[in-house]
């Protein structure tokens, strides 16, 4: 009955993110034995000594616990509604939405959410979603990116149907700006960076502001004409000098960047910027429904100014809280300069939250999905939860994972008075049509364990080995204790042999485990469970890379 009552508090912490409740036990317990009605009383000791050890676990430990010891717990279907994503605002007819990454690099963890979110809602309504490369900045683009992205995203699942690449634009973008200036409302300033910024703190029009349309657009035309250059120009959207929010006034919409374009060589040198162009192409690519960041509600204010100007019907905007990804780098231009410089072996090495790094490891692009719907769509900043992560794709995976002995550390042991024993241990725990790894374990053998272990095992201690027997340690001295698998409570700890294969775990902090892995693990690569340290991805019969407990 205590382990019925472990398994329940189990499921029920889990299913509680973490927290087992006593009455909810108690109430599963009986309906599950309801013979147990009458005995409440004698079993309601046990039933809150188990919730209150669960309850001091993380919610990390309780999924080990039971992918260990009740892996039927993580394959049971939640009753719970499925949850999903609240409904567009203002659709009507077909809905086009877009995603918009910079090709400095392959995508991210931090990409997922806004490539998820968009995908789902395009196959809601059976529209249209657009990848569209935002290039217009020579000195933050690897080249190799542009098909990097498209790769990733297929990965994903997420299926773009058109593919725009913004470096590719700009005569249009030119030909915008042409309006702007002709009305008026976009003029071309050669003032320093200090002085415009003042002014605009100052709410003061720089000495340009009203120069005449005809000026400015000769000045304009001069410019992306690589005519001579005796200042470095940039051209200005107007807006209002007195809004209270000084990074809404006058914003730079182009400037010159002399550095030859990867995909346009020294074709151009005035090249638009972030604001501009995804004004033009959200009306040019006929965008509805525009869903970003926080962190972008000042963009969304300097652009609605292009819309208002040239007479363009707005996008609906949707502004989600900022999520903080902890432990882990997502600045491109820190994961390029390591792989430069030698310390990453590439944008897939386990250390980075890239796409590619995460597909390595063994993570499934379901898990990325079903997280963000999960989170839903809100403007409430939040804490990214590997525990929550983790645990979806511990779901994905964990029925097909087979089970193997990694020893880290090891210890090396000789157990006195041990018969030739039989071990027999399931690929896959309860369940026998998996199948087994067979050992033969001759007498007084020599087996290693891990350094943990031994540093925590006292004389007197009692300690089972997983599927063979038990030893006692005696002034020192490991012998047989017997092969009883009940009565005294016993520390179970996994073991291997002298034939076991010495081996590598690449850990994403950076700190490789070193130890032994058993010998039936040779040539059974992709993803599996060492048994109380981890799921991984072996790679070789000499290296896995961590994924996760």
């Known amino acids: 009955m205590i382990q019925d009552i472990e398994k329940i508090a189990l499921k029920n912490a889990i299913t509680h993110d973490g927290k087992a409740d006593v009455g909810s036990v108690v109430n599963k317990i009986i309906g599950s034995f309801p013979e147990m009605k009458s005995k409440i009383r004698e079993i309601m000791p046990e039933v809150k000594k188990a919730v209150d050890q669960l309850n001091q676990l993380s919610l990390e430990k309780q999924l080990e616990i039971a992918s260990e010891k009740y892996p039927d717990i993580l394959h049971e279907e939640h009753k719970e509604k499925e949850k999903k994503l609240p409904e567009l605002k203002n659709v009507h007819g077909k809905v086009v939405m877009r995603l918009a990454p910079s090709p400095s690099g392959p995508l991210h963890l931090g990409h997922t959410r806004l490539c998820i979110l968009n995908d789902e809602y395009t196959k809601r309504y059976g ?103 005796q200042e470095h120009p940039v051209l200005v959207i107007k807006t209002d000098l007195h809004h209270p929010n000084p990074a809404v006034r006058d914003w730079i919409a182009f400037r010159v960047i002399e550095k030859p374009h990867p995909h346009t060589g020294r074709k151009y040198r005035f090249f638009p910027l972030m604001n501009f162009c995804v004004a033009a192409d959200d009306h040019d690519l006929c965008l509805t429904h525009v869903i970003r960041g926080t962190d972008h509600i000042n963009n969304t204010e300097r652009q609605k100014y292009i819309f208002r100007y040239l007479g363009w019907k707005l996008p609906e905007y949707f502004h989600y809280g900022i999520i903080h990804i902890g432990d882990v780098i997502l600045k491109t231009s820190l994961m390029k300069k390591g792989i430069i410089s030698g310390e990453y072996t590439g944008w897939d090495d386990v250390r980075l939250a890239t796409l590619r790094s995460l597909a390595a490891r063994g993570y499934k692009p379901e898990t990325f999905r079903k997280y963000w ?9 939040a804490d990214f939860s590997w525990e929550i992560f983790n645990s979806i794709n511990r779901q994905y995976i964990d029925k097909t994972s087979d089970r193997y002995f990694f020893v880290s550390s090891p210890e090396k042991i000789k157990v006195d008075d041990a018969p030739e024993t039989k071990a027999l241990l399931n690929l896959y725990p309860n369940d026998d049509s998996r199948g087994f790894r067979e050992y033969t374990v001759t007498k007084n053998p020599i087996l290693y364990i891990p350094g943990q272990d031994m540093s925590e095992i006292e004389n007197g201690d009692t300690i089972r080995l997983k599927g063979l027997y038990n030893i006692r340690k005696e002034d020192g001295i490991y012998r047989f204790a017997g092969t009883e698998v009940h009565g005294e409570k016993k520390k179970i700890i996994q073991w291997v042999s002298e034939d076991s294969i010495p081996f590598t775990i690449k850990k994403p902090d950076g700190d490789d485990d070193h130890g032994l892995l058993e010998k039936r693990a040779t040539g059974k690569n992709g993803i599996i469970q060492l048994e109380r340290y981890s799921f991984v991805n072996k790679v070789s019969d000499s290296t896995a890379l961590f994924l996760h407990k």
Request: glycine letters at 6%; aromatic letters at 8%.
């Open 373 to 381: 719907v999960d989170s839903g769509l809100n403007d409430v900043n």
């Open 127 to 229: 529209g249209e979603l657009i990848l569209r490369i935002e290039d217009t900045n020579p000195n933050n683009i690897l080249p190799e990116a542009y098909e990097m992205i498209q790769e990733d995203c297929r990965w994903l699942g997420v299926n773009f149907t058109q593919y725009v690449v913004q470096s590719e634009r700009i005569p249009f973008y030119y030909e915008t700006a042409r309006s702007l200036i002709k009305q008026g409302n976009a003029y071309m300033c050669s003032c320093k960076v200090e002085d415009f910024k003042r002014d605009l703190m100052n709410s003061t029009a720089c000495p340009h502001r009203n120069i005449s349309p005809e000026e400015n657009l000769s000045i304009f035309e001069s410019v992306i004409g690589n005519g001579p250059l």
